[in-house]
Nanobody
């Protein structure tokens, strides 16, 4: 499974940004977005079940970020609104080929994209 994330960039606090992830294998069950800030562990941001579109979010993005999918284009999106300085990180999309729920551990995801950098400035 190959994943390609894109859409990162430099924005100001309060701005919006949309990330997208294209992947090659539609048998994937769960798609997730993670992020990793400098010096920190990679953390779960949001996940979506490919079949139903049900989703889950980390508490720190609830109400600001929205994950969605396009089953025709085989893409997953992360719409990020009201960005904060602490949202600065490299964002990764990931695929879990099994459905044991939308898991938040990075180790549950077998396939990863290369990451796209989001920088939020004041």
């Amino acid at each position: 499974v190959q994943l390609q994330a894109s859409g990162g960039g430099l924005v100001q606090a309060g701005d919006s940004l949309s990330l997208s992830c294209t992947f090659s294998e539609q048998s994937t069950k769960i798609m997730g977005w993670f992020r990793q800030a400098p010096g920190k562990e990679r953390e779960f941001v949001a996940g979506i079940r490919w079949s139903s579109g049900s989703s889950e979010y980390a508490d720190f993005v609830k109400g600001r970020f929205t994950i969605s999918r396009d089953t025709v284009k085989a893409k997953v999106y992360l719409q990020m609104n009201n960005l904060k300085l602490e949202d600065t990180a490299v964002y990764y999309c990931a695929a879990d080929p099994q459905d044991f729920g939308i898991r938040r551990s990075r180790y549950a995801y077998a396939y990863w994209g290369q990451g796209t950098l989001v920088t939020v400035s004041s």
